[in-house]
């Protein structure tokens, strides 16, 4: 909820009651003139709530489920009562009141609407209006009524109702307003008697006849009061565009609207009272975060009533006047201060909502004291059983689209291969084991003479069929494999013969003079006695040799036994391996040449080096 749409009924559950109050505004300020009558200021504080007998326990007053929404209280003013159990029937009562109105004081053209167009409307004269929220510099002050309801006091208990009850509350309106609802409320809210139906009037529902019918009487007193002095027609104009607000009072919750004039110091003030009912969780500490964060040009201040805590709202707001409405026929803006106050209900989800309007700043004190006095007359009466969260409409399912049956083909079974299973012993990384060569036949006794022929024929036979299977042995599968002998180290360089001219270079690098740096290499550093193993960072630099390296000379006779043995083909490419002391960044080492000795000439042409004589 932000500034732009604080009075809009979307975003403010109390914009409602919120739109009605601006529209009173508009009406006390078009209508109201000289011919108005007005009561005394002091009506507002006359009377007080200690002064009268019934104003401690207003739920003992016989006001009953059944019976009016508020009455008059000879010097204590009027009672409205209001809550969640009486709801109405929701009858439209605006055409017909307007109607019977406009027959009570023989028809003619009502302000601002032309004469005989048919059914009057509050869009015949651009109602309601909703007020906007004006400059901070117009808010009026935060009077000290107002502050003192700050103090702390004793509060209330409720007054237990019997179940089904739901919430309701009760408070008093100083007798210098004038009610613009029915006493009675909405159509089906309390007992009314059903007047008899009029010839010529189609059938309608009792109930809504009944609420009409008061409707109209009462608004007809209220105008006979106002314009008393006055000719009929002042008199048909409040009453008939007042009755075309009945069904907004009715779809805003609102339970009271009023409005007073009254003359002070010789001069004419007047204001609007609303009481609504409205809908909000929230309890009184987060709905005044959200009133002071919403609206940065209010002030908002949380009280204690003797019905509990409350939030009381301060703030200007500009109220459009309607071209129909005015006197001049131009439509205008008016500023008007109002103070709204919001007391939660005890059932936990109602809220009550009392804001008073005027367009009179110089009399704001009188009507907030009056304001404070009405707040602390309200009592509240509950069920003990707390409002259950509306529940939203469950959405519809949609029906999903009729889609033809999908037939899963059928595919014919592949026949399996078989498949030769080895044995549950079979290693497949085991070597292929050699035959074995078959045993030869051990040789049998020397037989008798004719039987040595017979013998040494099957002798021969199985001699020749034994080398036939030596000779011809069962081929094999697969490639036959070398197998290397376990100390086998395929990274090892190949080892070559050591020369008797290698010996004296390793002596030459053992015997290296020590660095005059102190630069201790790889090969230098002492043996770890903890035996602990390092990576090195780097690659392995082996340390510069100290002497340049010296190829030794093939030796004659190892050239000679290479010359007679030919050497097994080996494969790759030959790479020859540099001695462990070669320094591949190290200068090519240059033979030493003896200095040329200087001739003989050349040292006759040097000059000395010391001339005794200059």
Known sequence: MTQDVQFSPEANPFAAAEQVCATLGTLTDALFDHRTTRHPAASLTALREAHHPAAEALFGLPLAPNGPVHTALDRLGTVITAGTARPGSGARLADRATTDLHER??????????????????????????????????????????????????TRQPVELPTGAGAEVRLVVPPGFHALTSPGGPAGATARTVPARRPGTAAADPAALAAA????????????????????EPRRDFAVITATLADLFQDSGTAYAGVCALESDGRATDAALVVSLARHPLPITGLATELATVRRHAEVWTVLLPAGPAAVLVEARTVPVPAPLAADGQRRWVVTSVVEAFVPLPDGGTVLCVQLSTARPEDWELYTGAFAELLKSIQFGWDGEAVRPAAGPAPAAVPAPATDPVIDPVID???????????????????????????????????????????????????????????????????????????????APPTMPLTPAAEPAAAAGAGAAPDPFGTTVAAEQPRDPFGTTVASDGPAVPPPPSTPPRIPAPAEAVAEAAE?????????????????????????????????????????DRTPEHRPFG
């Open 213 to 232: 019918e008061e409707l109209t009487g009462h608004l007809g007193e209220v105008a006979d009061e106002l314009f008393g002095g006055a000719g009929p």
């Open 413 to 491: 079974p592949v026949p399996a291969a078989p498949v030769g299973a080895p044995p549950v012993d079979f290693n497949p990384f085991a070597p292929v084991a050699e035959p074995e060569p078959a045993p030869r036949p051990t040789p049998a006794p020397s037989p008798e003479p004719a039987a040595e022929a017979v013998a040494a024929v099957a002798e021969e036979a199985v001699a020749e069929a034994v080398e036939v299977v030596e000779e011809e042995p069962k081929p094999r599968k697969g490639t036959p494999v070398l197998i290397p002998p376990p100390d086998f180290d395929p990274f």
């Open 105 to 154: 004081y023989g028809g003619g053209a009502v302000r601002g609407a032309i004469a005989d167009r048919g059914t009057t409307s509050a869009a015949l004269f651009q109602l309601p209006v909703t007020g906007e929220f004006a400059d901070a510099k117009l808010r009026p002050p935060f009077t000290p009524a107002l502050a003192a309801l700050a103090a702390g006091q004793q």
């Open 564 to 604: 007679d043995e030919e050497p097994k083909p080996r494969k790759g490419t030959p790479v020859m391996i540099p001695p462990p002391d070669f320094d591949p960044f190290a200068p090519p080492t240059m033979p030493l040449t003896p200095p040329d000795e200087p001739t003989a000439e050349a040292e006759a």
